[in-house]
């Protein structure tokens, strides 16, 4: 017997507590990006499938949640999917990430909310020059790759 899928309220709670006790650069809660990312998503019309794939965005890259773990959840196979999509791979070129995020259904949505959110001046701000300008080509550099503009 399936379980069914996991709502979009359980996802959420799952993300916060799998990434519980991590911060992102500026040292804030990393639930507040997932939260950014989530919101982003659905302010750009995102279905409730990119939007939990939103919430574990990073789950699997930051190793706050395991493969083994995601391939067994309770959750549609587009979220998984997403998730697997946007998740860099270590020694990937950044042009091979992109290209399986376009080739992946609802995935550039999720991707263009998690750059929207890590571009915020108001984010970079607090970060060092060096890290700041790094980050900031780093991103330009994804998002023309993606097609973003």
Known sequence: MTSSPLTLVEVEALARAAHEGQTDKAGRPYAEHLAAVAEGVRLRGGSPDQQAAAWLHDAIEDEALSLTWLDSAALPQPVK???????????????????????????????????????????????????????????????????LT
């Open 81 to 147: 999917d997403m998730v697997l999509a946007v998740t860099k791979r270590p020694g990937e070129p950044v042009e091979q990430y992109a290209a399986r995020i376009l080739a992946t259904p609802g995935a550039l949505l999720v991707k263009e909310a998690d750059l929207a959110h890590n571009a915020d001046p108001a984010r970079l701000c607090v970060l060092d020059g060096p890290t700041r300008e790094r980050l900031s080509a780093k991103y330009a550099y994804i998002r023309s790759l993606l097609g």
